[in-house]
Each structure stands twice: as structure tokens, then as C-alpha cells.
């Protein structure tokens, strides 16, 4: 997971170190449950730059967690339906099962007798 950033910049000629060390109070006030490291350095332009960085509260456990998440949604469909059905024949199960990009493409081919995603032939040549 990537860390998030927000970055401030104020001019030196209007913002005192006072009113950058205000609002960087303020930024950690409106997310009290984030862990925030702050970076805050002047320019050569005279305008401080003023970076949040909001870390992750991964753990190793959260991480594993997440991976195991992503191993049951990636079956696929073929052997999920063969393990509940007990169906020998692999080209019936198939037929039964359509993407949906599939059933787009009839819809087109129904209603427009044409492919999605086909030229549209118009004949003439055009090299711009």
C-alpha cells in the first residue's frame, strides 16, 4: 500500500514561521487517528513547502490477511462449477457460462448488425 501525501505551499513574504507552524497544528487536527511525519523546508523562490505524509498502519498480519482474501476470488469458473456440480463434461459448463463482454457483443450484433468496437467502413481515404 502507498503512502498518501499533502503538501502546503506558503509565501515567506506573507506566512511568519508562526503562521506555517499554525497550520501545520491544524492539518494534524483534522486527522487525529493518522500517523503524520511533516517536512517542511524554504525554497529558493521563498515559499515554504510544507509536506504530510500519512504512513500506513500495515502490519505483517493485515498483509497476509489480504493475500489470502485475493487467493479465494481468483478460482476460476471452469473448476468452481465442476467441484459443485460434479459435472463431467467441460464443454457444457462452457456454453452455461458467458462473460459479460460475450453477451455485449451479441446485443450489437442483434440490434445493429454490427461488431463492437468495428470501423465504421466509409469508403473513402482519409490521411489525417
Avoid: A, C, H, W
Amino acid at each position: 500500500m502507498k503512502n498518501k501525501y499533502l503538501e502546503y505551499y506558503m509565501d515567506s513574504k506573507i506566512y511568519s514561521k508562526d503562521e506555517v507552524q499554525q497550520s501545520i497544528d491544524d492539518t494534524k487536527k483534522e486527522f487525529p487517528n493518522k500517523e503524520i511525519d511533516v517536512q517542511v523546508y524554504l525554497n529558493k523562490f521563498g515559499v515554504y513547502i510544507v509536506t504530510f505524509t500519512f504512513r500506513n498502519k500495515s502490519s505483517f498480519l493485515k498483509n497476509i490477511f489480504i493475500k489470502l482474501k485475493m487467493k479465494k476470488k481468483d478460482k476460476f469458473l471452469l473448476t468452481e462449477n465442476i467441484e459443485n456440480k460434479n459435472v463431467k463434461d467441460v464443454n457444457q459448463i462452457i456454453k452455461v457460462k458467458k462473460t459479460k463482454n460475450e453477451k455485449v457483443q451479441q446485443r450489437f450484433e442483434k440490434y445493429y448488425d454490427k461488431k463492437y468496437g468495428e470501423y465504421k467502413k466509409t469508403g473513402t481515404y482519409r490521411p489525417y
